[in-house]
């Protein structure tokens, strides 16, 4: 069975542009969900989407927006990039909606910012 | 609102020794505790889980007890190897947050031969 896909897995952009990253969830998977990982925030929780409802957002500003489609697959777009956006994203997926489900991880998507 | 604290690192063990890694969660009600570790130029990886008090999770000689009175998740090997050398996560999750993980700071483990 295929794992979590994020892509790409590395992309630099200029400050004020805008970026999409993909990620496609594993197989039957409907619960997708998106991290920000930095060294000085560390992990911290963006969105979650279950059959392509937003179920929790978490304390980020409105230029990080996510959707999810028909098939699970999610995007997350950053619009007007900063410099502090440089991050790993990180993408879990997970069967179902409930607390106890493992979430497993894709490898991420590496945003720099210049 | 929900919160983990997990001791900082970097931890640096000799191959064989003894490893503890503590973890204490702020929550209402009970949550699910996690241990996630992430390799170098990887994503996160389940170690283990536990759902309920008194639960103990174990995976790979890991161990970790969900003590509610302490509110702690302390993990735990009696001999490292230096292939655990990672970034160890605790995690929790809450009944009435879907899927939604809060994370801890991380603790590096350097494991020497």
Redesign the interface.
């Known amino acids: 069975k295929a794992g979590?896909t994020q892509t790409p897995r590395y992309l630099i952009k200029t400050r004020g542009q805008q970026v999409t990253l993909s990620c496609s969830p594993i197989s039957g998977h409907r619960?997708v969900?998106w991290?920000q990982q930095t060294p000085g925030q560390?992990?911290?929780?963006l969105f979650?989407y279950?059959s392509e409802t937003q179920?929790?957002k978490?304390n980020f500003p409105g230029r990080f927006s996510g959707r999810q489609f028909s098939n699970s697959r999610s995007e997350m777009n950053v619009s007007t990039l900063e410099l502090g956006d440089s991050a790993l994203y990180?993408c879990?997926s997970?069967p179902y909606?409930?607390?106890?489900?493992?979430?497993?991880?894709?490898?991420?998507t590496r945003l720099t910012v210049v | 609102g929900n919160s983990v604290t997990q001791m900082e690192g970097p931890v640096t063990l000799s191959e064989e020794a003894f490893l503890t890694i503590n973890c204490t969660y702020t929550a209402t009600g009970y949550?699910?505790l996690f241990w996630?570790v992430q390799y170098p130029?990887?994503?996160?990886?389940?170690l283990l889980?536990a759902?309920k008090a008194d639960d103990k999770g174990s995976n790979k000689g890991f161990e970790a007890t969900y003590r509610k009175e302490t509110t702690s998740f302390h993990l735990e090997k009696g001999s490292v190897q230096v292939s655990d050398s990672a970034v160890y996560?605790c995690a929790l999750?809450?009944?009435n947050?879907?899927?939604?993980?809060?994370?801890?700071?991380?603790t590096r483990l350097m494991v020497k031969p």
Do not use: C, D, I, W
Request: charged share 10%.
């Open positions: 979590v619960s969900s991290y560390g992990l911290q929780f979650e279950f179920r929790n978490g990180l879990a997970s909606q409930v607390r106890n489900t493992e979430a497993f991880f894709g490898q991420g | 949550p699910s996630y130029g990887e994503g996160l990886q389940l889980k759902t996560f999750s809450h009944n947050a879907g899927n939604m993980l809060t994370f801890g700071g991380g």
